[in-house]
């Protein structure tokens, strides 16, 4: 396995060590602690883990490229990679309140159809990788659960200082930047792989 690929295989290790610091327990007094850590500390912690997840993102493409050590196995586990950890970080923040349900259905569908439109390409033979929409959206996305996961160390830092509704609707602001932008790289892989959709199913 070459380096992109570890770096991708890292980013999918670091998804559940970033949802121990940041999934709040059941609510019962043995818990009390933990979740008061995770609402500050543990936070920090998830965002700065989040972080280096997504940094890899940027270097495995980065060098795969400039190397020329891109291989199918990494553009089959790149676009998974990143639908990890955008999604289980996203499911947290619905869990707490922060984001509406909708978001992550919306992100969730696109997922689903992109990978559609994969599975359909690898049985005529094609491994269709990412676009630079669709890198866009996941930047957007990173951009946006970044902030969100800072969000409660900034509001207790800075309390007294300045509205938090003001830093709040910044916030939601990027998130709905990172929305439009799903959509936009979904529709855009529909129509760029339209061909595949309207092959006979004999064709190869």
């Known amino acids: 396995m070459n380096l992109p690929n570890r770096l991708t295989l890292l980013r999918i290790i670091l998804i559940p060590l970033i949802l121990v610091f940041l999934v709040p327990m059941p609510d019962s007094s043995f818990w009390d602690n933990w979740n008061g850590f995770i609402q500050n500390s543990g936070r920090l912690i998830a965002f700065f883990l ?10 495995d493409g980065h060098i795969a490229r ?6 199918n196995l990494g553009k089959f586990l790149d676009p998974i990679a990143d639908k ?24 969730i569908i696109r997922e689903f159809v992109i990978t559609g ?3 359909i ?25 970044l902030l969100l996961l800072i969000e409660p160390v900034i509001l207790s830092i800075s ?3 300045f509205e938090p509704r003001i830093l709040i609707a910044v916030n939601n602001s990027f998130l709905m930047i ?3 932008m799903t959509l936009l790289s979904g529709m855009q892989y529909l129509y760029h792989h339209r061909s595949l959709l309207n092959q006979p199913e004999h064709d190869t």
């Open 117 to 119: 439109i994969r599975l």
């Open 159 to 161: 309390e007294g200082y």
């Open 121 to 145: 390409g690898a049985e005529k033979g094609q491994v269709i990788a990412a676009g630079w929409l669709g890198k866009a959206k996941t930047v957007s996305q990173i951009i946006a659960l």
């Open 66 to 71: 400039k190397r020329n050590l891109v291989t």
């Open 84 to 107: 990890l950890l955008v999604i289980s970080v996203m499911l947290v923040l619905i869990q707490t309140g922060r984001i509406h349900s909708l978001v992550v259905i919306i992100v």
């Open 178 to 180: 990172a929305v439009v």
């Open 50 to 59: 989040f972080a280096i997840a997504s940094i890899t993102d940027l270097l």
